[in-house]
């Protein structure tokens, strides 16, 4: 199992796992003609993708997925309440085909080709958002992104993971003398809005397990973060844990706009 990273963050998210006969997109917020070209420069093919995940319908996530299910025919997995928020969203042009919506529930796993993937409930302030434990033989890949705050459940899931992706959206102090509104920055700050650095360490402190062998921090802010800063301050809640980056796990941070090359998931 292989992982790559093409977009996280404001302005795009798009994530793929992938082996060497299937693929699996988590979310499709980069435009297709972009995507065609990564793709193009990692040596990989769009006919790859056999079937997409999305986490919630906010644009930034969601903003190409009817054009990219259009032209390769491919079904877009998530929940009820998701695919509606889609069908709703005036910034999803086109919108996913009747015939290739696929309906997932919370804490059921299914198999979506090669995969055992679960969704789990992220509390963020969308008409709903799921994380993803994703299964390939015995590893474990979490994706959890645009989460207020980090409960027990998804705790446990990444007390499950060999490989995670977290969110480390922003820095409390940037936020907080930062030129955002009062409201924006009460809504991003909140239990459902978006996890900061410091919480993504406190997460990581609390639920990383002995499994866990790669972390990867996403979907920062442009303006409320920086992601020197944002390794530096897991680095530290996690150093002052006894937890050595590098030793006991990897840590990396993801490109707001650019791929971040490709990872083996062993």
Known sequence: MKFISFSSGSSGNCYFIFTEHDGLMIDAGVGVRQLKKDFVNYGLSMSSIKNILLTHDHADHVKSVGSLCHDLMVPVYSTKKVHRGVEGNYCVRRKIELGLARFLEKNVTVEIGDFKVTPFDVPHDSQDNVGYLIQHGDTKFCMVTDVGCVTEEIGGFISSADYLVLEANHDIEMLRSGTYPY????????????????????????YATERLKHVWLCHLSNENNHPELARKTVEYLLQSHGITPGKDFLLDVLNRTRPTGIFSLE
């Open 183 to 206: 409201i924006l920055k009460q809504r991003i700050a909140s239990e459902r809005g978006h996890l900061s650095n410091h919480d993504c360490g406190e997460a990581l402190v609390r």
